[in-house]
C-alpha cells in the first residue's frame, strides 16, 4: 500500500464553478477525515467517516460543501459554486477504529486556487 | 472544548543549535492523545510522534525529543544539533479518545515555521 492519495495536487478554478476532489484512503483503514488548510494556519476538520457513513460535520462545511464515500473506500469532496474563500490546501487522512491509537496518515493534499 | 496553542510562529536558528516548540493544551478529556506533524514545503504532513494522555514519559528518537508533562498541559519538541533539513513547519495536535465516542478528530496548533540557516 501506497499511502493515502489525493488527486488532483493543484486546482485553479473559477469563481462560482464547482470543483471535485478524490482521496483514496489506505486500503484496511475504515475511517476516513477531510481537513482544510488555509496559508499560515493549522489544518482544520471538516468532516469525518466510517467506513461509508458520514458521521460528523464542522459547521466549517457550508450547504455548497459535499462529501461521500461510497461502498466505504475512496472519497470525494465536492464544493459548489467556488468562492475565493475556499482557497486552501484540502487534506485527507485516513485510520483504523481507533485512530488516536494508530494514528492517522495524510495525504499531501489538494491546493484549490479560486480567482 | 479541545485547544491546541503554539505560541512561537516562527523560529529561526543555526545549524548546529538546539531549538526547543512548544505547545500547550486544553482539554476536558481524561483520555486523550496527542501528536507532532512536520510539514516541509511540499505540504504533506509527516507524523513524528502520538503520546496518550495515560503516558508521560519522556521519549528521545534520534535528535528529536519530546516532554509531555500533564500538569502543566504542555508537550513540547526539542530538536537537538538541528540542521537545514529540519526546516519545516511543526504542527501539535490533540484527539480525543475513542471511548468517549466521539470522531478522534484531530485539533491542530496554528504551527510554528522552524527556519535552520547554514
Known amino acids: 500500500d501506497t499511502g493515502v492519495s489525493q488527486n488532483p495536487r493543484h486546482k485553479i478554478t473559477k469563481r462560482g464553478q464547482n470543483v471535485t476532489f478524490r482521496c483514496d484512503p489506505i486500503?484496511?483503514?475504515?475511517?476516513l477525515y477531510w481537513y482544510r488548510q488555509t496559508l499560515g494556519q493549522g489544518p482544520e476538520f471538516l468532516t469525518y467517516?466510517?467506513?461509508?457513513?458520514?458521521?460528523?460535520k464542522s459547521r466549517l462545511l457550508s450547504d455548497r460543501f459535499s462529501a461521500e464515500r461510497p461502498k466505504g473506500s475512496f472519497s470525494t469532496l465536492e464544493i459548489q459554486r467556488t468562492e475565493q474563500g475556499d482557497s486552501a490546501m484540502y487534506l485527507c487522512?485516513?485510520?483504523?477504529?481507533?485512530?488516536?491509537?494508530?494514528?492517522?496518515?495524510f495525504g499531501s493534499g489538494t491546493r484549490l486556487t479560486v480567482v | 472544548a479541545q485547544k491546541v496553542t503554539q505560541a512561537q510562529t516562527e523560529i529561526s536558528v543555526v545549524e548546529k543549535e538546539d531549538v526547543t516548540l512548544d505547545c500547550v493544551y486544553e482539554?476536558?478529556?481524561?483520555?486523550?492523545?496527542l501528536f507532532w506533524y512536520k510539514q516541509p514545503p511540499s505540504g504533506e504532513l509527516v507524523f513524528l510522534i502520538r503520546?496518550?494522555?495515560?503516558?508521560?514519559q519522556n521519549e528521545i528518537s534520534g535528535r528529536y525529543s519530546w516532554n509531555f508533562q500533564k500538569s502543566t498541559s504542555s508537550f513540547n519538541f526539542t530538536i537537538t544539533a538541528s540542521q537545514v533539513v529540519d526546516s519545516a513547519v511543526y504542527f501539535c495536535?490533540?484527539?480525543?479518545?475513542?471511548?468517549?465516542?466521539?470522531?478522534?478528530?484531530?485539533?491542530f496548533g496554528k504551527g510554528t515555521k522552524l527556519t535552520v540557516n547554514p
Open positions: 487522512a485516513s485510520s483504523h477504529s481507533g485512530g488516536g491509537n494508530y494514528g492517522y496518515t
Open positions: 486500503s484496511e483503514h475504515n475511517r
Open positions: 467517516f466510517q467506513n461509508e457513513a458520514q458521521l460528523e
Open positions: 482539554t476536558r478529556d481524561t483520555t486523550y492523545y
Open positions: 503520546r496518550n494522555s495515560f503516558d508521560e
Open positions: 495536535a490533540l484527539s480525543e479518545s475513542l471511548t468517549q465516542g466521539g470522531s478522534e478528530k484531530l485539533v
